[in-house]
T-cell receptor, first 114, second 116 residues
Framework: GNSVTQMEGPVTLSEEAFLTINCTYTATGYPSLFWYVQYPGEGLQLLLKATKADDKGSNKGFEATYRKETTSFHLEKGSVQVSDSAVYFCALTPSNTGGFKTIFGAGTRLFVKA | GAGVSQTPSNKVTEKGKYVELRCDPISGHTALYWYRQSLGQGPEFLIYFQGTGAADDSGLPNDRFFAVRPEGSVSTLKIQRTERGDSAVYLC??????????????FGEGSRLTVL
């Protein structure tokens, strides 16, 4: 079946450090891939997305590239800030369901220290 | 505001009681989704509505769970004979584009249900 696996947290970094959160997926066909973020006290919101192989999604300094050959969608940021502290969820929408059933990973909590 | 609104934000009930959770989606969004998020886990799909009809209810865990969207806007998730294992945050999301699998989900802040 379809599934998403992401690295366990928490991840603790100092400000301006480089961030990578790994995400791999299992799906048939060509799913769309997403990263959602949940800041403390807020609802989940879309951070970035990629809809086909080799696409790169980017937003707020974060990037992720859709790698079909490795079934991965790792999240990266070159220099994190304290305000990036949040829980990050990798997600996919399978191509055979018309976009109706987005499947989420378990989430990775990021703490950024000043 | 113009976001997805969920009420109540917190609900504490006793085992065996009936609970209703309400979701008011973004105006104009035809698709509405319910998810359940347990502590330390990602959101788990429950049900999806396109307009008034449930297009996919395959994620509902059992027949104690039911959801309606009678006028194609507000939705209510209903849980009968609640059990302690039903304790979780219930998330509602809506989206505009249902014709392709590229649509962004807009989430509410959730309803935290605690069953004692």
């Amino acid at each position: 079946g379809n599934s998403v696996t992401q690295m366990e947290g928490p991840v603790t970094l100092s400000e301006e450090a480089f961030l990578t959160i790994n995400c791999t997926y299992t799906a048939t066909g060509y799913p769309s891939l997403f990263w959602y973020v949940q800041y403390p006290g807020e609802g989940l919101q879309l951070l970035l997305k990629a809809t086909k192989a080799d696409d790169k999604g980017s937003n707020k300094g974060f990037e992720a590239t859709y790698r079909k050959e490795t079934t991965s969608f790792h999240l990266e940021k070159g220099s994190v800030q304290v305000s990036d502290s949040a829980v990050y969820f990798c997600a996919l929408t399978p191509s055979n369901t018309g976009g109706f059933k987005t499947i989420f990973g378990a989430g990775t909590r990021l703490f950024v220290k000043a | 505001g113009a976001g997805v609104s969920q009420t109540p934000s917190n609900k504490v009930t006793e085992k065996g009681k009936y609970v209703e959770l309400r979701c008011d989606p973004i105006s104009g969004h035809t698709a509405l989704y319910w998810y359940r998020q347990s502590l330390g886990q990602g959101p788990e799909f429950l049900i999806y509505f396109q307009g008034t009809g449930a297009a996919d209810d395959s994620g509902l865990p059992n027949d104690r769970f039911f959801a309606v969207r009678p006028e194609g806007s507000v939705s209510t998730l209903k849980i009968q004979r609640t059990e302690r294992g039903d304790s979780a945050v219930y998330l509602c999301a809506s989206s505009l584009n249902v014709g392709a699998n590229t649509g962004e989900l807009f989430f509410g802040e959730g309803s935290r249900l605690t069953v004692l």
